[in-house]
Each structure stands twice: as C-alpha cells, then as structure tokens.
C-alpha cells in the first residue's frame, strides 16, 4: 500500500514529534491542556513524546487560562510552516480563505505534516489540498472537521474501507439538532430556542452557517469524497430549517416521524453521487430519531458491514481536541494515509440535480380563512392528482391560534413535481401561504 509519510514525521520515531499550534481559541487551548493531561498516555500510545514547540494567535497579550512560557510565539501564523523545529503543522484558526488556507497550503508545500479542524477550508478547497498533499507526500488529516469528537472519518476510511458504502447519513451539526430536540420537547417557537441556543454559546451571533445546513455540507462533502468520490462542493443541495414550527414536529409525530436536520449521500449507478443537506421526516424508529441534543450522528450502509450508527459530541472543547489528537496519534506512530484515503486523486463531480430525486414528502397546506377544510383537502387532492403526485396520507388540523392547515404524505415522486406544484396551489383561493414541502428519508 501506498501511503503518505513525511520524513520529519516517520524517520525520527523515537525522538519527540513537535507540533506548531496556530489558533488557540477553545480548540486550541483544549489541545494543549490534553497534550499536558495525558502525557504519558500520548508516550505509551505513540512510544514518543508529543510536545508543543511553537504558537500562533492573534493577540499575544490574550489571558488563555494556559501557561504559555517556554513555547515560541509567532505573530505570523503562516511562519509556522517555514518553522524548521515544528514537524506538524495544528491549524485551528478557522475559515475557508485567508491565513489559515495560507498556512496549510505553505505548510503542505514544505513537505509538513498537518493537521486541521476547519471543515470549511477542507470542503472548499479539496482538490487543491489533496493534490498538494499528494504531490509533496505531507499527510494532511481532519478527523475534527467532520462531527468533532466522533470518529466519523475513521470509520468511514478505516472502518468500513473495505466496504463499498451504498449510503452515509448524518445529523452533522449539533446547534441545529439542540434547537429541533427543545422545540419537540418544550413546545417552544423556532426564534425562542435559537436566541436560548446563542445565549447558552451553542449558536454563533450569526447563525447561518448552522440553520441554512452550511456547516454539515461541509462535513457531508468531506464524508462523501471519502465514502464514494470527491464532489463540487457548490454542487450539493443545502436548505435550511427556518420553516419548521413546533407544530409540524408535532404532526410528523403523529404519523410515526422525527424531523432531523440530516446530510445524506448515496451512491448511485454510473459513477454518479446524490448527495444533500435538509431537514427531513425521519422513521421515529429510525436510530438518528433517538440522537437528541447537541449530539452528532453518522450512519453508514453497506453490502458487507450493513448499517452502523456512531454518535457523541459534536463540538466543544473536549471531544475537538480529542479528535485532533487522534490524528497526530497517526502521525506519531508514521501512519500517514492518502487525504481520501485513496491512493489515486479525483477530480471531483457534480452531484445529481436533487429536483430529480424520488421520495415522499411532507406537506403543510395552510388554508385561507373561511375555506372548509374537509372540501380543500379533497380539492387539493384531486389538484395533485392532475400532476400525478398521489397521496398516501391526508389529515387537516387547527393550531392554536392558527388557521387551519392540511398534512399530506405523498407517495414517491420527484422533487420536480413537488416544486412544479407548490407556485399552483399557492394560487388557489384554498390556500394562504406558501406551502411547506419536508422530504421523508427512510433510514435503518
Ligand atoms: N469549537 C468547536 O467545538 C469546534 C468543533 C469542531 C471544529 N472546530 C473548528 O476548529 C477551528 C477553531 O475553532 P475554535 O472554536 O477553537 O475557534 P475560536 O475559539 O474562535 O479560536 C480561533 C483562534 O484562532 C486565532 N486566529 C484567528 N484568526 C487568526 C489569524 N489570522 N492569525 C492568527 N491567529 C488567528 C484566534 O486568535 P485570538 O484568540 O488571538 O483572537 C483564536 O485563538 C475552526 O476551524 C472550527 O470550525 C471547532
């Protein structure tokens, strides 16, 4: 087997490996308090010594609450890959663009080992890493990118490598899935939980890249290239959870569902890729139904190792530094592996347009004011059944305070369709807003 080896990292294996750390936020800090906490255990997991050489930050005056005397300090991040006594490069800084997309690709160039957290520098720029990481034999690895302290890189390119995977689903961010899990429970509004969740330091000030799905397509990106084949991350399909109420929580219930943000990738015939992140109907069965919380989850299916769900935390210091000691573990003990876990590089691909995948799907139908609701649904139907999207289920209900809605489970039928006929019944003097369209994802 090929693999990727740095000299600094491998020839030297029992002499200390030494790490440059750039960001020391709470990932940062959580790496070095682990380094210290487990030294011995490092030692006698690697039979070297693991020790941080040299730092980077913006604001060298910044309290931590870490002794930070003894370590260089660098102004400059990006002169921790020139930094001839840092044999790994730790980049927690953060962000797609910038230094630390500088630092990595200088540090890969140098031939540097590196090890990163940032999920949106690996999505968006993976091609250019890997073919770096490739041409200069630097391992670069990202176990804390995707799902934190969950070793969902792991398992999906060690554990199951043998496997061809069939399809790989996860609730990849823990924000989104905390303010789901206290709406179905509490009863309380989509903005309630979200300002609750900034407050606790759950959500950023900016909570896009958590709600609109951003956050777990970078991770499902990541998850997918390794799985089945790289793909254009701009290509993936993302919504959002703006929409859902308490109330359709509720009623997905009532017909045996959980609503998850997911992020689901599958392999399709020809080499193609359908890959997504949405909120969705999920079985109440189903073993992500049970994943509450800030908890992440990741289930993998394949022809050999059938279905496996791993969960835990998402996110926070702990189980993040963690993650990114798991890797530099690899490194200490010269196991280097190829960035996908392949030893041929990819060009990525598109994934297949999502408006022509077929399932079920939920829908909300909020009825104008005096519209009987028993006539609407059958009109509704009979509406529907003109575009051939049949009906599995159909029951009309009053929220509190609300006007009347209707629920409908479809049959299987594109996204297409669905999109063609959401403009038509908006229309209709039947109904009053746009209606509310959740895809069903049936999961093991
Ligand atoms: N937090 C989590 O639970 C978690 C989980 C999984 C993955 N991650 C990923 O881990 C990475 C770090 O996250 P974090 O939560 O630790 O972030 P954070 O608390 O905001 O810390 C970021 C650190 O990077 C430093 N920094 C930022 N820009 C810099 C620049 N241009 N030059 C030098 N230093 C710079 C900051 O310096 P100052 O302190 O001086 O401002 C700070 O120490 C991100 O990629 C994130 O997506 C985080």
């Known amino acids: 087997m090929t693999s990727v080896h740095h000299n600094a990292v491998s020839s030297l294996a029992s002499s200390p490996l030494r790490l440059g750390i750039a960001g020391l936020g709470t990932v940062g800090t959580g ?9 011995d255990l490092l030692r006698s997991r690697t039979g070297r ?26 102004d400059d991040p990006v002169a921790l890959a020139h930094d001839a006594d840092v044999d790994v490069v730790v980049e927690l800084m953060g962000g797609a663009e910038g230094s630390a997309r500088t630092l990595v690709t200088e540090a890969l160039k140098a031939g540097k080992a590196v090890v990163t957290a940032n999920k949106a520098l690996v999505a968006r720029h993976a091609q250019e890493l890997a073919h770096l990481s490739h041409e200069h034999k630097a391992p670069l690895l990202f176990e804390a990118a995707v799902a934190g302290g969950i070793p969902a890189i792991k398992m999906v390119r060690e554990g199951v490598a043998a496997d ?53 397509a970078h991770k499902l990106s990541i998850l997918t290239a390794i799985a089945f084949r790289p793909i254009v991350f701009d290509s993936l399909a993302v919504s959002g959870m703006r929409r859902i109420t308490t ?35 999920i079985p109440a069965r189903s073993g992500l139904a049970q994943v509450n919380g800030v908890y992440n989850a990741l289930t993998t299916e394949g022809p050999f190792s059938g279905p496996i769900t791993i969960s835990g935390q998402g996110a926070g ?45 939920y829908l909300r139908i909020t009825l104008a004011d005096g519209v009987n609701a028993d006539t609407a649904l059958s ?47 908006e229309e209709t003097a039947l109904v009053n807003d746009t209606p509310l369209a959740l895809k069903v994802e049936d999961l093991p």
């Open 164 to 216: 061809a995977l069939t399809r790989l689903g996860g609730i990849l961010n823990g924000t989104s899935n905390f303010i789901l899990t206290e709406m179905a429970e509490t009863g309380r509004a989509f903005g309630d939980v979200l300002k609750e969740a900034q407050d606790k330091g759950y959500a950023e000030a900016d909570p896009s890249a958590d709600i609109d799905g951003w956050d777990a």
């Open 49 to 74: 010594s693991i020790e941080v050489v040299a730092v980077s930050a913006r604001n060298r005056t910044r309290d931590r609450g870490i002794d930070l005397s003894g370590l260089r300090w660098h």
């Open 317 to 361: 210091e702990g189980p993040t530094a963690d993650a990114v000691m798991a890797d530099v573990i690899d490194l200490a003990r010269g196991h280097g592996l190829p960035l996908w876990g392949r030893v041929d590089e990819q060009a990525p691909i598109s994934c297949e347009p999502v408006e022509s995948l077929v399932s079920r799907f």
């Open 379 to 425: 009109e509704i139907r009979t509406i529907l059944g003109n575009e051939d999207i049949a009906i599995e289920h159909g029951h009309h209900h009053t929220p509190q305070g609300t006007a009347a809605q209707l629920i409908l489970l479809t049959k299987p039928v594109t996204l297409n369709a669905i999109n063609r006929i959401l403009p038509i019944l």
């Open 31 to 39: 790496v070095i308090r682990l380094i210290r906490q487990h030294t």
């Open 247 to 281: 109330d359709d929580i509720h009623q997905a219930r009532t017909l045996g569902y959980a609503i998850k943000m997911l992020g689901v990738a599958r392999r399709l015939p020809e080499d193609r890729v359908e890959a997504w992140v949405q909120p969705c109907l």
